[in-house]
């Protein structure tokens, strides 16, 4: 199937308008960044993330109550995956220590209820976990069993038949758990996940993202300078780093403003914007091959229809691939669920965005470059 096959529109006789849409939005997206900043997840800042499952609905209003009231500083709560599923997000990597001795009661006395008078000893403790030691191998196997049942997280220290010690995780989802469970005596829930990110790690993280991205481009503008001219890889270049700062843009504009969309920076959302930067090239290659065909067959035709008549040639292509592609985001962006609607958003504006900078940008600049230097463009 075929459109847009005779199409003769002069796209570049516009490009000084469209500079004024892309500086307007890029502003705007400057200014947010500054006023609000981006938002980073604790893939990139540190702290502690836990996702509950529930086998009832849930009220979101009334967990966020819970969660405010049990000393765990600035807590972020959202829905997850639908009715019955919880996101809580904490800065906190481990329970504060006004919290840890009342997590360690809850641990005796769920000994104490089905041993009661168990000599038990404490052998060491440290902020993520508590090691016992009980008096023969027997009950060590009894009580990692009952500890699990009850909801904690326990462990043997060794696999040898006399092995009388145990271990026990104390995190920040057992003192959620804890209080969810008086709470919430109806509605049983586990835990679907926690995860716990040092801030250290967090910020090597947010480096090499940024590395990343940025080696990308070198690679791409060292690929392309050899494949056309030197000017076609810096205008495609450009363009994607347009590409890239108004998407970021687009993150602090919107963070908190659409229902139902966490704009938060995390690895997710640095793989699509690698994927983006992958797909955008792509976009700006075909016009610059069509462009580079057109200059050899055309030689004394200006650079300016040589452009247009390539961006013309290649909009059939352009908008079947980039319009199958946006539907199936569009599927994943709207029934992808809480995890992937960020990455989804990433792709499904990026896309837009990278397909109209490979007209108005990359196109437009090596246009700007034939004009102001009076040199002609040839291969």
């Not at 990139?44 to 500083?73: C, D, H, T």
């Not at 989802?173 to 049983?188: A, L």
């Not at 908190?256 to 704009?263: A, E, R, S, W, Y």
């Amino acid at each position: 199937m075929r459109i847009f096959e005779n199409l003769n529109f002069d796209f570049l006789g516009k490009r000084r308008f469209f500079y004024g849409i892309s500086a307007t939005i890029f502003l705007l997206g400057f200014i947010n960044i500054i006023i609000r900043g981006l938002v980073f997840g604790i893939d990139f800042k540190g702290g502690s993330e836990i996702v509950l499952q529930f086998q009832q609905p849930i009220e979101i209003a009334e967990i966020r109550g819970y969660v405010e009231n049990i000393e765990l500083g600035n807590v972020e709560v959202k829905t997850f995956g639908g009715e019955t599923g919880i996101l809580i997000r904490t800065e906190l990597q481990e329970i504060p220590s006004q919290i840890y001795p009342r997590v360690l009661e809850n641990i005796n006395q769920a000994i104490a209820q089905q041993f009661p008078g168990l000599p038990i000893e404490v052998i060491d403790s440290t902020a993520n976990s508590i090691t016992y030691q009980l008096p023969n191998p027997d009950t060590t196997d009894l009580i990692v069993y009952l500890l699990n049942s009850g909801g904690f997280q326990a462990g043997e220290v060794s696999a040898e038949p006399d092995n009388r010690q145990i271990i026990v995780s104390v995190g920040i989802s057992d003192w959620i758990k804890e209080n969810f469970r008086e709470r919430m005596p109806d509605n049983p829930f586990t835990v679907l996940k926690e995860e716990r990110v040092g801030p250290k790690i967090g910020a090597e993280l947010k480096e090499d993202a940024v590395v990343a991205v940025l080696f990308s481009l070198v690679v791409i503008l060292i690929y392309l300078g050899f494949r056309f001219k030197f000017i076609f890889a810096a205008g495609a270049v450009i363009a994607l780093f347009h590409d890239v700062l108004i998407t970021l843009g687009l993150y602090a504009l919107l963070y908190d403003v659409i229902p139902g969309l966490n704009l938060e920076i995390n690895l997710t959302v640095v793989a699509a914007f690698l994927t983006l930067v992958g797909y955008s090239i792509n976009d700006t290659v075909i016009v610059f091959d069509r462009v580079r065909e057109n200059l050899k067959i055309n030689k004394t035709m200006p650079i300016k229809e040589v452009l247009n008549k390539s961006i013309n040639r290649t909009m059939s292509r352009t908008i079947l691939t980039g319009g199958t592609t946006l539907l199936t985001i569009l599927v994943l962006l709207i029934f992808g669920g809480e995890v992937l609607r960020a990455f989804a958003f990433t792709l499904f504006f990026g896309i837009v965005i990278g397909t109209y900078s490979s007209i108005f940008v990359a196109s437009a600049l090596v246009l700007e470059y034939a004009n102001r230097s009076k040199k002609k463009v040839q291969f």
